[in-house]
């Protein structure tokens, strides 16, 4: 099995994860299955408040039960960090602290780009109505790649 780590915690086969989008704004939410590795967008959290957030974030575990967090870790695209990106890390730290689950930070650059591409595909072109969908999309897409970068398992026959 491999090492864990903050970027790459070990896990087991079957359960769900939860992946975050953080901003100051808003935290955009998705949740995904190991077994079927598949993501979905979830929800967008506007609460102002941190303490309203994470009270909204504890309700989302207690529903979903996930055996995982993921956090987008935001880069400039040479890979350089900025100011967001020891934001997202501390939110990372108080995920693991709060909620005592493994926490994983993934590669977020141009999520939030790549959300607004898909959405606009789907026939979202209003912005207003994109808007509050951008969030939860872009964790899904990060909830994605980490989904597609965990080793897979050799089948079972």
């Given at each position: ?46 609460e102002e408040s941190n303490e309203a957030r994470f009270a909204a ?82 964790a899904r897409i990060i909830l994605q790649n980490h989904l597609d ?9």
């Open positions: 099995m491999p090492e864990a780590s903050p970027t790459h915690p070990t896990v087991p086969q079957r359960g769900a994860l939860l992946g975050f989008d953080f901003g100051l704004a808003r935290i955009g939410v998705a949740v995904g299955e190991l077994e079927t590795r598949m993501a979905n967008p979830l929800t967008t959290l506007s974030i504890a309700r989302l575990i207690d529903e979903w039960q996930p055996i995982m967090l993921v956090v987008g870790i935001p880069a400039h695209l040479d890979g350089e960090e900025h100011e967001l990106t020891r934001r997202c890390r501390r939110f990372a730290n108080q995920l693991r602290g709060r909620f005592g689950l493994p926490v994983a930070e993934c590669d977020e650059r141009l999520s939030s780009a790549e959300a607004d591409t898909e959405l606009r595909s789907l026939g979202q072109r209003n912005w207003r109505k994109r808007k509050p969908l951008l969030d939860a999309t872009a970068g965990l080793p897979h398992e050799p089948t079972r026959c």
